[in-house]
């Protein structure tokens, strides 16, 4: 049982490159989060999915996008990569909100963008 | 807004001697109250869910309380193993939006 992983485990990209990064976890969670962590500022929600075939917008959604097509899966994409996207980017999963379940994580993608 | 604030940012202790770490919470219909522990370079790891103001739960030398408008976080006779990032999270609402505060920098000295 693995629980949450994350690949890769750190990327260099150029302004303006695409990359996708993978979460997937054998949890059989039907909730999956992308954050972001940086320096003073905590780890904040960039997307979310409720279930299979869902995504929706958290905090800091701008420059990304999220697919969930399988359960096990959540992938961020960016298709523009600019500095300010130079961060720690985390996936979780649970099995619920609505029950205050708690969230598991994943060890995190280092992201540097030059 | 829901907002979740951690203090000290940074607490230096020697082994054995005991503490307790603040998560102030403002957040509209607390579903839930989390503590994580995240060491340099790798995710935040769970450790506590509290529900309700004066549940507590224990791990080892952990002790987590929770109020309607604090947790705290006792470390009873830390060892240097102990040192890491502990974060706070909060869970309110209708959404599902963990609101993290900035976590407390605990360094426990042989």
């Not at chain 1, 750190?10 to 997937?24: I, N, P, Y």
């Not at chain 2, 082994?15 to 957040?27: A, H, K, P, R, W």
């Not at chain 2, 193993?81 to 609101?99: H, I, V």
Request: net charge neutral; charged share 20%.
């Amino acid at each position: 049982n693995a629980g949450v992983t994350q690949t890769p485990k750190f990327r260099v990209l150029k302004t303006g490159q695409s990359m996708t990064l993978l979460c997937a976890q054998d949890m059989n969670h039907e909730y999956m989060y992308w954050y972001r962590q940086d320096p003073g500022m905590g780890l904040r929600l960039i997307h979310y999915s409720v279930g299979e075939g869902t995504t929706a917008k958290g905090e800091v959604p701008d420059g990304y996008n999220v697919s969930r097509l399988k359960k096990q899966n959540f992938l961020l994409g960016l298709e523009s990569a600019a500095p300010s996207q130079t961060s720690v980017y985390f996936c979780a999963s649970s099995r619920a909100a609505s029950g205050g379940e708690t969230q598991y994580f994943g060890p995190g993608t280092r992201l540097l963008v030059l | 807004e829901d907002q979740v604030t951690q203090s000290p940012e940074a607490l230096r202790l020697q082994e054995g001697e005991s503490s307790s770490l603040n998560c102030s919470y403002t957040v509209s219909g607390l579903r839930g109250l989390f503590w994580y522990r995240q060491d340099p370079g790798k995710g935040p790891e769970f450790l506590f869910t509290l529900y309700s103001a004066g549940e507590e739960k224990e791990k080892e030398r952990l002790k987590a309380t929770l109020t309607k408008k604090e947790s705290f976080l006792h470390i009873t006779a830390p060892k240097p193993e102990d040192s890491a990032t502990y974060l706070c999270a909060a869970l309110g609402g209708s959404n599902y939006k963990l609101t993290f505060g900035k976590g407390t920098l605990l360094t426990v000295n042989p």
